[in-house]
């Protein structure tokens, strides 16, 4: 009986456990959990249950648990706050139940709670976070894995994404679960995680080598779901963005840039067009997908789009044209593809940044040749002209990237500087040149300045620009500290040159000072070679030259460095031509004017020492002043008429004047001499006429021009050896030197001309041999040696064993009068005391 007995009570024990075992399976089911009121101590105990090693007893608390959380939020922060987040991690190696109910728990946590994200963040649990890991990888259980995978989704957001990649095979198993998903969750939280991985240097890497990655797939899985949809296009946009060539590769076979696209162009995806964009503007930065998509009909497709494209969106479309237009390889297809006409619609937006971009991409398809004629046209003028006149953006303020437009349609085509002038764009040109470089860049100012000198170039136009405004402009720039800015007003310059109204306002504005100043202090080559430039035209103008020459700009050029005369010759040219219309300059700097130089009116010479620099004899005369060193003049003028009383302070080298007759001149009266003086001032010479006309009596019929020479200096030596042919040297110095004062008592000046001389020596003697030689057509020099020597180089052709050849001869007028003493003889050293 008691067998039986026993038996039987096994039986209903049996029964009662296994009843007991369904009814905690059905447990799991949510629904079969009744609504009750819920109180701390309870939640606070299932929490505790959770430790239990009686797994019945924990599954009955998860439960409890998870009921309670579903309820509101606060429940599950509640939760939270009692220890939940490790206890459930510690329940990650429980049966299949367990698991199930505490990944789903972890993921409400995870999901709603930031300070359990911020927990689990912590390092020391990272190992549980690898234990998700591996069952992500490799559990059988669909609902196992699709928590664990929204679990990683989040924690990959949490800046610790790199922990994951510490378990082997991460990768290949995301990709593989992409490939081949269990459901749409588990698709989209590992396409998150993957979105995450993607922004590892090491994982883009290493992705090309990954067996089961293909870029396909991903294209193919964007049709499961929205939020797949998202995440991929997310992903792709990542990829782009690092710009990895490899990837870029990929992404280029599979088409990437015609399927976003064909995402952008579809009215049914607005909300994705920004995202598509930036795909695409990425895409640009690669060699390996900038370009190769523009032959597919979804690119026109796109330029189509884009002509209507929303007013959000215009800048980043703006950017991909301009980008495209920067590749030259491409540009004709570019043109055939009419991309120019979508370039241009941009033009209708009123957006700064906008126009700028489109600003430079049409500079840049205006390198087309075909293109830019095609572009340049009223309407394109008109609205940069508009964009020039704009004030107060913040952005780009000066509008200078419209400004760069415009000046490079000028260099490439002549037709715009007309339309600018069509549609009264010269007001907006002087308004940027009058804003110089305190409002434009140094490079902005110089393509201002390259615009002007356009139109001061061309004939049609050069009239309406032409101003005092302008000069005022360029001579001021020229002072400029950016030495590209003063080349190109020095350009200017040079090119209004001809201009009489310019050659009287640089006159009047101190220009020769300016450029002096300019040309002592530069030390670019280019700005002195320029100068140069200028000085040289300025040179064809009597009145401009006058005026450089008064202001030292010799004396500027002999200080030029060698090193920077060598390599500018022009240098050298400028300083001779100087000295051939200046010979006073020229015999002042190099004390020598040599066979081809003759003697205008008004040469003059300072006898003794001069350490200033040179005084031009205008001046002096200007200012009334006197020099302490006597200056000889030669000078032929007759009796000075009324009209030319006062002579010009500027005038260097006169235009020769009537010839009179010096048969009159010989025969003139004491009256004609005594009413020449000019007193104070040079008086003109009355003698020096008669000079000449003698000495041309006395070479009549003389054939020979060794007795030529002879006889003029026989003249010379006749008119100036004094009143006593035997006196000592001593006493004719003394002579001299009474005589001297004498003439400068009758003067009133130290400007004496030659010809009121009655005695002289070694420089009056070789300076009116000079004088006349001139005259009667005797090629000589005028040199001057040590102290107060001076001489004359005369050319004698010479035949010497059938061979004929020019010889120079130095001309005693001090001894042997007439005696030809050949050049570099003891005899010729000896008279120029040359050692």
Same mark, same amino acid.
């Given at each position: 009986m008691k067998s039986v007995k026993s038996k039987k009570s096994k039986k209903k024990k049996k029964k009662k456990s296994k009843s007991s075992k369904k009814t905690e399976l059905d447990?799991?089911?949510?629904?079969?959990?009744?609504?009750?009121?819920?109180?701390?101590?309870?939640?606070?105990?299932?929490?505790?249950?959770?430790?239990?090693?009686?797994?019945?007893?924990?599954?009955?608390?998860?439960?409890?648990?998870?009921?309670?959380?579903?309820?509101?939020l606060n429940n599950i922060i509640f939760v939270h706050s009692g220890g939940l987040l490790p206890k459930?991690?510690?329940?990650?190696?429980?049966?299949?139940?367990?698991?199930?109910?505490?990944?789903?728990?972890?993921?409400?946590?995870?999901?709603?709670?930031?300070?359990?994200?911020?927990?689990?963040?912590?390092?020391?649990?990272?190992?549980?976070?690898?234990?998700?890991?591996?069952?992500?990888?490799?559990? !059988?259980?669909?609902?196992?894995?699709?928590?664990?995978?929204?679990?990683?989704?989040?924690?990959?957001?949490?800046?610790?994404?790199?922990?994951?990649?510490?378990?082997?095979?991460?990768?290949?198993?995301?990709?593989?679960?992409?490939?081949?998903?269990?459901?749409?969750?588990?698709?989209?939280?590992s396409l998150e995680v993957f979105?995450?991985?993607?922004?590892?240097?090491?994982?883009?890497? !290493?992705?090309?080598?990954?067996?089961?990655?293909?870029?396909?797939?991903?294209?193919?899985?964007?049709?499961?779901?929205?939020?797949?949809?998202?995440?991929?296009?997310?992903?792709?946009?990542?990829?782009?963005?690092?710009?990895?060539?490899?990837?870029?590769?990929?992404?280029?076979?599979?088409?990437?840039?015609?399927?976003?696209?064909?995402?952008?162009?579809?009215?049914?995806?607005?909300?994705?067009?920004?995202?598509?964009?930036?795909?695409?503007?990425?895409?640009?930065?690669?060699?390996?997908?900038?370009s190769y998509f523009v032959t597919s009909l979804e690119f026109l497709k796109f330029c189509q789009w884009v002509k209507t494209c929303p007013d959000d969106v215009m800048l980043i479309c703006a950017n991909i044209f301009l980008e495209l237009s920067k590749i030259d390889s491409i540009r004709q297809m570019l043109f055939d593809l009419s991309i120019e006409n979508t370039i241009l619609s941009f033009l209708r937006d009123y957006d700064k940044k906008v126009l700028n971009t489109t600003?430079?991409?049409?500079?840049?398809?205006?390198?087309?040749?075909?293109?830019?004629?095609?572009?340049?046209?009223?309407?394109?003028?008109?609205?940069? $002209?508009?964009?020039?006149?704009?004030?107060?953006?913040?952005?780009?303020?000066?509008?200078?990237?419209? $400004?760069?437009?415009?000046h490079y349609f000028c260099r490439r085509d002549s037709r715009t500087i007309h339309m600018i002038r069509a549609y009264d764009g010269l007001d907006v040109l002087f308004k940027y040149l009058n804003n110089g470089t305190d409002k434009l860049s140094e490079n902005s100012y110089r393509k201002v300045l390259e615009i002007t000198n356009m139109f001061v170039t061309n004939n049609q136009l050069q009239s309406l620009i032409l101003s005092p405004d302008l000069y005022e402009v360029i001579l001021t720039q020229t002072q400029s500290k950016f030495d590209e800015i003063c080349m190109r007003s020095l350009e200017i310059m040079i090119n209004c040159l001809n201009y009489e109204?310019?050659?009287?306002?640089?006159?009047?504005?101190?220009?020769?000072?300016?450029?002096?100043?300019?040309?002592?202090?530069?030390?670019?080559?280019?700005?002195?070679?320029?100068?140069?430039?200028?000085?040289?035209?300025?040179?064809?103008?009597?009145?401009?030259?006058?005026?450089?020459?008064?202001?030292?700009?010799?004396?500027?050029?002999?200080?030029?460095?060698?090193?920077v005369k060598y390599r500018n010759p022009l240098i050298q040219r400028v300083m001779n031509l100087i000295y051939d219309m200046c010979l006073p300059v020229k015999f002042f700097e190099t004390g020598r004017l040599e066979l081809v130089d003759k003697l205008n009116e008004r040469f003059y010479v300072i006898d003794g020492p001069w350490h200033d620099p040179f005084p031009f004899l205008e001046v002096l005369e200007l200012r009334r002043m006197s020099t302490l060193s006597t200056i000889y003049v030669i000078d032929e003028c007759g009796v000075v008429g009324p009209e030319h009383k006062d002579h010009d302070c500027y005038s260097i080298h006169q235009q020769s004047r009537t010839s009179r007759s010096y048969?009159?001149?010989?025969?003139?009266?004491?009256?004609?001499?005594?009413?020449?003086?000019?007193?104070?001032?040079? !008086?003109?010479?009355?003698?020096?006429?008669?000079?000449?006309?003698?000495?041309?009596?006395?070479?009549?019929?003389?054939?020979?021009?060794?007795?030529?020479?002879?006889?003029?200096?026989?003249?010379?030596?006749?008119?100036?050896?004094?009143?006593?042919?035997?006196?000592?040297?001593?006493?004719?110095?003394?002579?001299?030197?009474?005589?001297?004062?004498?003439?400068?008592?009758?003067?009133?000046?130290?400007m004496i001309p030659i010809g009121y001389l009655r005695l002289g020596f070694h420089c009056e003697r070789a300076l009116l041999f000079k004088a006349l030689a001139d005259h009667v057509y005797i090629p000589t020099t005028f040199v001057k040696g040590k102290g107060r020597l001076y001489w004359n180089e005369v050319a004698l052709i010479q035949t010497e064993d059938h061979r004929t050849f020019l010889k120079m001869f130095v001309v005693d007028l001090m001894n042997n009068i007439g005696q030809l003493l050949p050049v570099g003889s003891r005899e010729c050293n000896a008279y120029c005391d040359i050692q």
């Open positions: 447990e799991t089911q949510h629904h079969s959990i009744k609504d009750k009121e819920y109180i701390t101590r309870e939640i606070e105990t299932s929490i505790t249950l959770l430790e239990s090693p009686e797994n019945n007893i924990v599954l009955e608390a998860l439960l409890f648990l998870s009921k309670y959380a579903d309820i509101q459930l991690l510690a329940l990650l190696d429980h049966n299949i139940c367990i698991l199930r109910v505490s990944l789903r728990l972890l993921w409400q946590l995870l999901a709603m709670v930031e300070a359990a994200q911020l927990e689990l963040n912590q390092d020391k649990f990272d190992e549980y976070v690898l234990k998700i890991v591996r069952l992500y990888m490799s559990h !059988s259980d669909v609902h196992v894995k699709q928590f664990c995978s929204l679990i990683l989704s989040i924690y990959s957001t949490m800046g610790k994404a790199a922990v994951l990649l510490t378990e082997p095979g991460m990768v290949g198993a995301i990709l593989r679960t992409i490939k081949d998903p269990e459901n749409d969750v588990i698709l989209n939280s979105s995450k991985f993607i922004e590892m240097e090491s994982v883009r890497a !290493s992705l090309p080598q990954e067996r089961d990655f293909n870029l396909d797939i991903f294209v193919e899985q964007m049709s499961t779901s929205e939020d797949c949809f998202r995440t991929i296009l997310r992903i792709f946009e990542k990829m782009t963005y690092f710009g990895d060539d490899e990837l870029q590769n990929r992404l280029k076979e599979c088409n990437l840039v015609e399927h976003v696209i064909n995402i952008l162009v579809d009215p049914d995806r607005k909300e994705y067009v920004p995202m598509c964009l930036n795909i695409i503007m990425h895409c640009m930065g690669n060699e390996n997908t900038n600003c430079e991409a049409i500079s840049f398809m205006s390198k087309h040749k075909y293109c830019c004629e095609k572009m340049i046209t009223p309407v394109v003028i008109k609205k940069i $002209l508009e964009i020039l006149r704009r004030t107060g953006d913040s952005e780009d303020p000066q509008n200078e990237t419209a $400004l760069s437009t415009l109204d310019f050659q009287n306002y640089f006159l009047l504005n101190k220009g020769s000072k300016i450029v002096a100043d300019k040309l002592s202090n530069t030390t670019d080559e280019g700005i002195v070679r320029m100068l140069i430039i200028l000085i040289h035209n300025a040179l064809m103008f009597e009145n401009l030259a006058n005026d450089l020459v008064h202001n030292k700009i010799l004396l500027i050029l002999k200080n030029i460095p060698e090193l048969l009159s001149l010989s025969s003139g009266s004491s009256a004609q001499t005594r009413c020449s003086i000019n007193y104070g001032r040079l !008086s003109h010479d009355p003698y020096l006429p008669k000079y000449v006309f003698q000495v041309q009596k006395l070479l009549s019929g003389v054939p020979s021009l060794e007795k030529k020479i002879k006889i003029v200096a026989e003249f010379v030596d006749k008119n100036l050896c004094g009143p006593k042919a035997n006196c000592t040297i001593r006493d004719k110095l003394h002579t001299f030197k009474l005589h001297i004062e004498c003439i400068r008592e009758k003067l009133g000046t130290n």
